[in-house]
């Protein structure tokens, strides 16, 4: 018998430059496409000149930016562009990096 | 609130022809201005985001650009679309020292995102969506920019 995989969420922090625009766009698409692969997270939202300090206070599997990867994080949480969701290019490949690293 | 909500058809502009990203910023700002949806200070705020953050973004075929500012700058929620006659460019949102050709501009003014959410996901859509953007960018006038985004 398989042994039932233990339950997660993941918590995930969607940056951009404002908070607002672009990071709606990708947290929607992520959530979707979590909710189609049956993964439960937790969605932060805020602006990329937030992201050190909430990457200290909260404990973030990964990060996505819309407005660059290098974030000065003293922490070593994985940073993805969040541009291949917007455009749709690569937008399949981050999400099978994005599964195997929460899977 | 869909985009169509936010996209009214004196906010369309199809085969604008400027010679700068400042020109553009300019007739679109203006757009927006005179429609009573920003306040003064858009302008600069989109200028000085842009500087900082880029909106550029390559698209498999086209270039397309997502200009925006804090919504403090914002009074009404409204989206500007504008197709260009010759590409202007952008800097790239994905790596900031790239350039992007852009031949389309969606400008947005936005208060509340989870009140826009649909526009957001609408806007999605058609930037990943080639033959969407290929008919957009032969459309005349705005009606036809508007017939077209009702299909997304």
């Known amino acids: 018998m398989k042994k039932q995989k233990e339950f997660k969420t993941a918590r995930v922090m969607v940056v951009c430059a404002d908070g607002v625009a672009t990071s709606t766009m990708v947290l929607v698409a992520l959530r979707d496409a979590f909710e189609d692969a049956g993964i439960s997270a937790e969605f932060v939202q805020g602006r990329v000149i937030d992201a050190p300090s909430m990457a200290k206070n909260g404990k973030f599997d990964f990060i996505i930016s819309t407005a660059g990867t290098d974030l000065d994080l003293d922490t070593d949480i994985p940073v993805f562009s969040g541009v291949p969701i917007l455009t749709g290019i690569g937008k399949e490949q981050m999400f099978e990096k994005i599964m195997e690293l929460i899977g | ?152």
């Open chain 2, 1 to 152: 609130m869909k985009i169509l909500d936010l996209v009214k058809k004196d906010l369309v502009v199809t085969k604008l022809e400027v010679e700068s990203r400042g020109d553009l910023f300019k007739v679109l700002y203006e757009k927006l201005y005179s429609a009573g949806f920003v306040k003064e200070s858009f302008l600069d705020g989109i200028e000085n985001r842009e500087a900082k953050f880029p909106t550029g973004l390559q698209l498999s075929k086209y270039g397309a650009a997502i200009p925006h500012t804090d919504p403090e700058h914002v009074i009404e929620p409204a989206v500007v679309v504008a197709t260009l006659s010759q590409p202007v460019i952008f800097k790239s949102m994905e790596n900031p020292t790239n350039d992007v050709k852009v031949n389309i501009v969606f400008m947005l003014a936005i208060k509340e995102p989870h009140m826009q959410l649909e526009m957001l996901k609408q806007m999605s859509r058609i930037l990943q969506n080639d033959s969407l953007l290929e008919q957009m960018l032969q459309a005349n006038e705005g009606d036809e920019i508007i017939e077209i985004i009702k299909t997304a």
